[in-house]
């Protein structure tokens, strides 16, 4: 005689967006689990069940986030190993994507600082500077321009492909720009063919010298970096003699230079018109990629200085 097989009844399934009512009430409400059950007509190994894997979650988050302060580089798949390990929990990383966007965190370019920087020079900079006005204030330094700065780095495809474009790797002539900048615009360029020597420095500074006035005044206080041919000897002489006070920046504190993110705006400037600046460059008009480089510095304005500084911290 056949064996009577007892029925088995199927498990029920609660919606996600009632375990998220029940989080809501102990969470927030901070309901116990029998006044749930009542309130949900739920039971109660459920809803213990569910207040169980959000206590051990959130734990997971405290530590997901503490991860990711320290180690913001982390794969998602180094962060589930992490917390498995550590919590004996398997979360997927779909959770763990949708949990960072919840909580308002997105992947993004690293910004990267150099590990010598050091803080302490960094926070005395601060404080020295601090002490002057932002009009006071006049930053410079050199950027470096050839035939590759021309050529855009992004363009359109279709999804899955590279989008190639056809370029001349052939750098051609080096142009250094060596501009002053103040938060009201630039106040002193010079263009020329090759870097700068510790000689050729003094002569542009002996130039910037004569549109700066004696401290305390605006545009009396020059910022440079650490760069060898910023500290040849008659730089802080020639300074002095005209009253003007001379500060350099921490090591490794480029984002101190308000002056890098005009290098940025004016290399944009030169790639939005790339094909013109490698006409003039490829030409018999020596003296037409100055001109060029010239009206580029001539675009920036005050309300984008002011901007760059704003970044820097300065005001």
């Known amino acids: 005689m056949a064996r009577k097989q007892r029925a088995v009844p199927l498990r029920q399934h609660y919606s996600r967006d009632l375990k998220r009512r029940v989080i809501h009430m102990s969470q927030k409400l901070h309901l116990s689990s029998a006044e749930i059950v009542i309130m949900l007509d739920m039971p109660l190994r459920v809803v213990q069940r569910v207040r169980q894997v959000w206590n051990e979650i959130g734990e997971a988050v405290d530590m997901m986030l503490g991860m990711l302060d320290h180690s913001p580089d982390l794969y998602l ?28 965190m997105t992947s993004k370019k690293l910004s990267r600082t150099a590990a010598e920087r050091c803080e302490d020079s960094r926070r005395e900079f601060v404080l020295e500077v601090g002490k002057y006005p932002p ?6 330094d ?18 899955g492909l590279r989008a190639p474009k056809k370029c001349n790797f052939v750098r051609g002539i080096r142009y250094s720009l060596l501009p002053a900048i103040t938060i009201d615009g630039l ?22 010298l004569q549109v700066m006035n004696p401290y305390p005044a605006p545009h009396s206080v020059l910022i440079l970096d650490n760069c060898r041919i910023h500290h040849v000897d ?16 921490p090591p490794y504190s480029p984002d101190f230079n308000p002056i890098e993110e005009c290098f940025s ?21 020596k003296a037409a990629p ?3 480089l010239y009206d580029a510095l001539s675009q920036v304005t005050a309300e984008a200085s002011r901007g760059w500084f704003r970044h820097s911290g300065y005001f």
């Open 142 to 159: 050199e950027a470096a321009v050839n035939i590759l700065t021309t050529y855009r780095n992004n363009g359109w495809s279709y999804r």
């Open 234 to 249: 008659d730089v802080q002489e020639m300074c002095d003699a005209k009253g003007v006070k001379l500060l350099y920046l």
């Open 77 to 104: 798949d180094e962060i589930q190993e992490q917390i498995a390990s550590v919590h004996g929990i398997e979360i997927s990383l779909s959770t763990i994507t949708r949990t960072l966007k919840r909580l308002g």
């Open 187 to 208: 106040i002193y360029t010079h263009v020329k063919v090759g870097g700068y020597n510790g000689e050729q420095f003094v002569e542009w500074l002996e130039g910037l």
């Open 135 to 140: 009009e006071y204030l006049v930053t410079a």
């Open 265 to 285: 705006w004016i290399k944009h400037y030169i790639r939005r018109n790339g094909q013109e600046f490698r006409r003039i460059a490829e030409g018999d008009d």
């Open 290 to 292: 100055y001109v060029y």
